[in-house]
């Protein structure tokens, strides 16, 4: 579990990210989870935007991905996840 403070800092990193990925009409897909998975572990940080045609909520769709992927969700803001999973790569120092 991220405490206030390291989430804090992992939302300022992720401000300047573009989303990466994209949920549409089929929600989340095995091979969407795939890639998530092989993008956090090069990247640690994410952020995946919800189409207007995506039929969950943001929140469902959020605990999928955090769960499917083993990450964290270090904020949802409109329908954009910020997802974090560190790796060995320790790109992000946390405080």
């Known amino acids: 579990m991220l405490t206030g403070k390291q989430k804090r800092y992992l939302r300022s990193e992720a401000h300047h990210l573009n989303a990466i ?3 549409g009409k089929d929600g989340v897909t095995s091979n969407q ?3 998530i998975i ?3 572990d090069s990247q ?3 952020k995946v ?4 045609s995506c039929p ?3 929140h469902s769709v959020a605990l999928e991905l955090s769960v499917q992927t083993k990450s ?6 409109g ?10 790569k320790g790109i992000y120092k946390l405080p």
């Open 33 to 35: 989870v795939k890639g």
């Open 79 to 88: 329908h954009t996840i910020v997802l974090y999973k560190s790796s060995d």
């Open 72 to 77: 964290e969700v270090v904020q949802i803001i």
């Open 38 to 40: 092989e993008a956090l």
């Open 21 to 23: 990925f994209q949920v």
């Open 49 to 52: 935007k919800l189409l207007e």
């Open 44 to 46: 640690e940080l994410m």
């Open 56 to 58: 969950d909520d943001v």
